[in-house]
């Protein structure tokens, strides 16, 4: 079992930068691939990027790539997502999650662990 806990979030300007980060417990961590997802009012979670095992392959929503980049250190059980260019429509609820099976997936359901997330606001 994972356990997952994500930090970083926060206030900041139209075209600044945020980094998260999405810290794991467990020995298994390197087993996972992981994935970030955001929640704003009114609307569904959205999948915004995917990044396999070894870290070695990432997959982006269109909306944020480019602008976003997610990367992990097995070492130290820390997957972050550093956001630039921030926009106002990027305010949401940013979550991380943790996924078994290996392949890439956009759809949450097919997540096994969640953290409980982090708020990131951009002001225009």
């Not at 075209?15 to 467990?26: H, P």
């Not at 396999?52 to 790539?65: E, I, L, P």
Request: net charge positive; with cysteine; hydrophobic share 30%.
């Amino acid at each position: 079992q994972v356990q997952l806990v994500e930090s970083g979030g926060g206030l900041v300007q139209a075209g600044g930068s945020l980094r998260l980060s999405c810290a794991a417990s467990g020995r298994t961590f390197s087993s996972y691939a992981m994935g970030w997802f955001r929640s704003a009012p009114g609307k569904e979670r959205e999948f915004v990027g995917w990044l396999s095992r070894s870290g070695g392959t990432t997959y982006y929503a269109d909306s944020v790539k480019g602008r976003f980049t997610i990367s992990r250190d097995n070492a130290k059980n820390t997957v972050y997502l550093q956001m630039n260019s921030l926009k106002p429509e990027d305010t949401a609820v940013y979550y991380c999650a943790a996924r078994i099976v290996t392949l890439t997936s956009t759809r949450p359901h097919e997540y096994d662990y969640w953290g409980q997330g982090t708020q990131v606001t951009v002001s225009s």
